[in-house]
């Protein structure tokens, strides 16, 4: 049972002191279970990132699930997805309680516009890290810009962007493949 605890404990740690929601967390996450405790390796922990990302769900619930379980089987996915969630849980039960009366309050108000460029910055930061694990090459940041532009300023949905992206990648994969067949 203590090392059900010791999961609960470090995903609540995580879930308490990280600001920025779940992209924030990760290289937290990935701290503590790839460098410190050592229960993934490197590869394990991008391909598990991968599969988090592609899930229905908040990244750092769908990342604390797969280490749990990974970790301690369903009891330990039940442990670590309860540790991440609840300090989120207990701190949005306390604002909602408290915001209602000061809402309106213009230093409320300056206080929350003061944070977004800390929450971006500490959003960005771990995105880069990640990026250089999995191989990214600086080269091709490019695309996510683009991207961005066209949402943007061109009011793309980004379903039909990600419908092109999908396209792009299976024309890409017939084309590597057809390659290797010669």
Excluded: C
């Excluded at 879930?15 to 701290?31: H, K, Q, W």
């Excluded at 619930?61 to 670590?80: E, H, I, M």
């Excluded at 300090?87 to 949005?92: D, H, K, L, N, T």
């Amino acid at each position: 049972m203590k090392k059900y605890w010791e999961l609960f404990l470090i995903f609540f740690k995580i879930g308490a002191f990280t600001f920025g929601g779940g992209y924030a967390m990760i290289p937290l996450i990935r701290n503590e279970v790839v460098n410190k405790k050592g229960w993934l390796e490197e590869d394990e922990f991008m391909d598990m990132l991968a599969i988090a990302q592609s899930m229905p769900g908040p990244i750092s619930l769908n990342t604390a699930l797969f280490v749990g379980n990974k970790r301690l089987g369903f009891k330990g996915g039940l442990f670590s997805g309860a540790g991440i969630i609840l300090p989120s849980f207990v701190v949005i039960l306390l604002i909602a309680m408290v915001f209602t009366q000061f809402k309106e309050n213009p230093v409320v108000e300056r206080v929350f516009k003061g944070i977004r460029p800390a929450v971006v910055a500490l959003i960005v930061a771990p995105l880069l890290s990640l990026g250089k694990s999995a191989g990214v090459r600086w080269k091709n940041l490019w695309i996510p810009v683009v991207v961005e532009l066209a949402v943007w300023q061109l009011s793309i949905s980004p379903i039909y962007i990600v419908l092109a992206a999908i396209l792009l990648g299976v024309s890409h994969f017939i084309y590597l493949r057809k390659g290797v067949k010669k």
